[in-house]
C-alpha cells in the first residue's frame, strides 16, 4: 500500500476514500502525545487539523441527530395529540411543536450543508462525488417536504386554538392537514434515514 500522504493537507485526515484505499491519519495520537507543541513550540499544525476535523465532525452528527430525533419527536406527539381528538390538547401540543421545529430544526437545516461542506473540503472530498450529489439531492426533497409541514403545522394550531375557544370539535379543515401533514412526513423521514446511510457508508456510486 501506498503510504505517500496527499498534498493536500485536509485530505490527509480522512481515514478511507470512497473506493476504499486507506489513508493516513496527519499525525498518529503517539506522535501527537509526545510532542503536542511541535518542534517550534507551538501548538504543531496536524494537531490543529485534527482539532478542526474532530470539532466539524461533531457538530455534523449532532445536527444529523437533532434532524432525525426532532422530526421522530415531533411526529410521535403530534400524533399522539391528534387522537385524544381534544382541541384543547392538539393547540397546546402543535404549539411546542411549532417552536421546537423553529428552534431545533431550522437550526440544523442551516448547519448541516455548512458543516457537510466543510467536511468534504476537510477530508479532499470533491462535492461532485456521486454518493454527495445523491446526499444533497435527497436533502432538497427533504427541505421540499419539510416546508410545506411547517406551515400545515401553523394552520392546524390555529385551527385547534379556535376550536378550543369555542368549545367546537376540530374541523373538517384540521383533518385534512392532518392527513397531509402524516403523509408528507414518509417520504421526508425516508430522505433523511437515506442521508444518514450515505453519510456513513460513503458508497462507490456509479
Not at 161 to 171: C, F, I, K
Request: aromatic share 12%; net charge positive; hydrophobic share 55%.
Amino acid at each position: 500500500m501506498d503510504t505517500q500522504e496527499t498534498e493536500t493537507p485536509f485530505a490527509r485526515a480522512a481515514f478511507c476514500s470512497t473506493d476504499n484505499t486507506p489513508r493516513r491519519l496527519p499525525t498518529t495520537v503517539e506522535a501527537i502525545k509526545s510532542n503536542p507543541f511541535g518542534s517550534s513550540g507551538g501548538l504543531c499544525h496536524h494537531c490543529l487539523l485534527m482539532t478542526a476535523y474532530f470539532a466539524l465532525k461533531f457538530l455534523h452528527v449532532v445536527g444529523a441527530a437533532v434532524l432525525l430525533g426532532t422530526g421522530a419527536g415531533i411526529a410521535f406527539f403530534m400524533v399522539m395529540a391528534h387522537r385524544t381528538k381534544d382541541a384543547a390538547t392538539v393547540a397546546g401540543v402543535a404549539r411546542t411543536v411549532v417552536v421546537a421545529d423553529f428552534l431545533f430544526t431550522a437550526t440544523a437545516v442551516v448547519a448541516q450543508p455548512v458543516t457537510g461542506v466543510l467536511l468534504a473540503w476537510h477530508l479532499g472530498y470533491a462535492l461532485i462525488e456521486r454518493w454527495i450529489i445523491v446526499s444533497i439531492s435527497l436533502y432538497l426533497v427533504t427541505g421540499a417536504f419539510w416546508l410545506p409541514v411547517v406551515w400545515m403545522q401553523m394552520r392546524m394550531r390555529d385551527l385547534a386554538l379556535a376550536s378550543a375557544r369555542t368549545g367546537q370539535p376540530l374541523p373538517p379543515a384540521y383533518h385534512r392537514l392532518f392527513r397531509m401533514w402524516f403523509a408528507f412526513g414518509f417520504p421526508a423521514f425516508a430522505s433523511v434515514l437515506a442521508i444518514f446511510w450515505l453519510m456513513i457508508t460513503k458508497p462507490t456510486l456509479t
